[in-house]
């Protein structure tokens, strides 16, 4: 298993391949994310963060799931649609991934070990947010129903 968060990379929306390397030193939040969720219209507080704190540092990564109630069942042309026509998004969005089981992504393989919650490891459901700190270590893991607003009290206080 790699240790740090900067030695794995992801396909975009868009098919390019990027290097997570070059958020080092950024403040990163990572999302699993669906665009059919009771829990979709937290996209606009997501990006209501990027855009308070991006100058700072803040990175968010958006990565589409459909593991849970079939709730991302687009490609990515109408994923990259929904999130910026209905949300404007604005922030890095990925190619759609597993988060759970055999396929689940690196990342999220990486991540899930890094912070466990509660009840294991495993993300229970759309719009769980992890929290990288500029050195690239995980450092808090939110629920899906912890909205982006309540994530603002710890970004200001790691974006001085």
């Known amino acids: 298993m790699k240790k ?3 030695q794995f990379s992801a396909s975009s929306l868009q098919g390019k391949e ?4 070059s958020y080092n030193g950024k403040t990163i939040l990572v999302v699993n994310t669906a665009s059919k969720c009771g829990l979709t219209p937290q996209f606009e507080g997501l990006e209501n963060l990027y855009q308070k704190y991006k100058e700072k540092g803040l990175v968010i990564l958006g990565f589409p799931c459909n593991q849970f109630a079939n709730q ?4 990515e042309k109408s994923i990259l649609e929904g999130c910026v026509i209905n ?13 759970n089981g055999e396929n689940a992504h690196p990342i999220f393989k990486y991540l899930t070990k890094e912070l ?15 929290l990288i700190n500029s050195e690239g270590k995980p450092i808090k893991r939110f629920s899906p129903t912890t909205k982006p607003e309540k994530i603002d009290s710890y970004l200001s206080k790691l974006l001085v």
Do not use: A, H, L
């Open 4 to 6: 740090n968060f900067y």
């Open 18 to 21: 990027i290097n997570m390397e």
């Open 72 to 75: 991302e069942p687009g490609d």
């Open 87 to 99: 949300y404007g998004v604005t922030f890095q969005m990925f190619s759609k991934v597993d988060v």
């Open 116 to 130: 466990r919650d509660i009840i294991g490891s495993n993300i229970k459901w759309n719009f769980t947010k992890f």
